[in-house]
């Protein structure tokens, strides 16, 4: 799920291969509109799915002249975001 607060969307819940697809629709109007800031504080669970979902909100942010970032990044995001060589092209706030 996706809550917007102001400049902030909040999202919750697990981030993977069965929950993204929605959320990446949803999001990529709302990450265009504005600059953004990502919190990931209560999402529960992560997959590479979830990678997916953030760099393509990143390149949609980017392509529509927003600062966007990533902040309450779970470690296992981080991780995996190292794992696959991402970590510099996201915006992981820690």
């Known amino acids: 799920m996706i809550r917007e607060d102001g400049a902030r969307l909040a999202l919750e819940g697990p981030l993977t291969l069965a929950t993204v697809a929605p959320l990446a629709e ?8 504005t600059d953004r800031v ?6 529960t669970h992560v997959d590479s ?23 309450g ?5 981080v ?4 794992l696959y060589d991402v970590d ?4 992981l706030g820690r």
Do not use: E, K, M, Y
């Not at 990502?38 to 999402?43: E, G, R, S």
């Not at 997916?52 to 942010?61: D, E, G, M, N, Y």
């Open 26 to 33: 949803a999001g990529r109007p709302l990450v265009a509109s």
């Open 88 to 91: 510099t092209i996201l915006p």
């Open 79 to 82: 991780s995996l975001a190292s």
């Open 49 to 71: 799915a979830a990678l997916a979902l953030l760099l393509s909100w990143t390149r949609v942010a980017r392509g529509a002249g927003r600062q966007f970032s990533i902040s």
């Open 38 to 43: 990502v919190d990931l504080t209560a999402v």
């Open 73 to 77: 990044a779970p470690a296992a995001l």
